[in-house]
């Protein structure tokens, strides 16, 4: 992403903040596998967002109107023998020169810096919580202006989560960043047809889950959005199943829930098939079921449309289904009102999607449910998961799951699905897995 795209994002939060405040937001660090080895490093996606610098251990200081330059990075110095073991790194010169910052300074150096760039200021915007250290450093600081009232020197007298800015401008994707959701969901789309071929039984859930790793990095995405769920059979009724161990079976359904990431965007999509190739009928009747309540969901994806409809869509769809198909009796509205779809489908429609797999925004406004608007990207992800010692249905419905899920931009016009590219429909699905 180009560095205009960060700047217009660090102007756009300081005209929030406005002249005579600062906010502060914190790098991610890097964190201990287990001896001499590290965690693959992941930027934390607010200080990514707003500065495009992907090192650990750094801090950016904004100062709306300060003269000597508005955005600071506190960093690492260059360092000749990390750079021999680790890799080329910014130091404080890059920090300007690539990723302009108008000042940059020692991360060391930060406690005897930060505090005098805190004096006089009205509020402090930072991410409260999230970084333990830095709250007890803040504060710490903050006392010890306090006691340089009597020279005129003021402390900030407010304390402001900065969460409610930055994230609610997250939550909003611009041009540059819709373009590589699509490269993420491309590649994803790729990554689940190639699972759907590979597929066959006697294989296990962790090679086809290979296969899907294989695509991601064939393309040029080193990193999932997030861990795969590959789940055989009753597996796919574990929502977050990720052990990935089992032998797929013939008579058995694979739910796949994995997405690529490209450069900090994610794409997240499910698609469940028969390991077979062909579904059976009970299979084939309950995923139509949830492919039928997706369809109906995702056309509630309009601006203007608040953002439960979409789901209250997918349980009228689900619920009246399951009664046709004996799994629940009674009053449809009835079984809604009291919740009982429940036991087969306990989860919400969908979550945004960006940076975060489970991206970050408000779903409500002042205890209503907010408005979509162009610019939003959620995911729709309806399912039945139907327990395998549910003895309250018939046996052949039991030791099924089913989720089918797509991510979806809400466009001035309606909605574009990003991830159409990965077969749903059942003959889609069946043709393509025979054809091997």
Known sequence: ??????????????????????????????????????????????????????????????????????????????????????????????????????????????????????????????????????????????????????????????????????????????????????????????????????CQPGLYEYQIESEVIHQFMQQGLRYVAYPSIVAGGKNACVLHYVENKDKLKKSDLLLIDAGAECDHYAADITRTFPVSGKFSSAQKQLYQLVLDAQYAAIEQVQPGQPWNKAHDVSVKVLTTGLVKLGLLEGDIDKLIEDETYKQFYMHRIGHWLGMDVHDVGDYKINDEWRLLEPGMVLTIEPGLYIPENCETVDKKWRGIGIRIEDDVVVTKEGHEVLTHAAPKEIDEIESLMQAN
């Open 1 to 198: 992403m180009k560095q205009n795209e960060f700047k217009k994002r660090r102007q756009l939060l300081m005209q929030q903040i406005g002249n005579g405040n600062i906010a502060i937001v914190a790098s991610a660090s890097s964190h201990t596998r287990n001896r001499d080895v590290e965690f693959p490093f992941r930027q934390d996606s607010d200080f990514y967002y707003l500065t495009g610098f992907n090192e650990a251990d750094s801090l950016a200081v904004f100062i709306p109107g300060r003269e000597q330059g508005e955005y600071i990075l506190f960093c690492q110095e260059f360092d000749e023998k990390k750079a021999l073991w680790e890799g080329a790194h910014a130091g404080l010169e890059g920090a300007t020169e690539h990723y302009e910052a108008d000042d940059s300074f020692p991360i060391d150096d930060m406690d005897e810096i930060l505090p005098g760039m805190l004096e006089n200021k009205g509020k402090v915007f930072y991410p409260m919580g999230r970084a333990p250290d830095l709250d007890h450093q803040l504060l710490e600081w903050i006392t010890k202006i306090r006691k340089q009232s009597r020279n005129g020197i003021n402390a900030p007298g407010e304390l402001v989560s900065l969460e409610h800015l930055l994230h609610e401008m997250r939550l909003f994707k611009s041009a540059e960043e819709l373009k590589l959701m699509r490269k993420a969901a491309e590649v994803s789309c790729q990554a689940h047809v190639r699972a759907m071929q590979q």
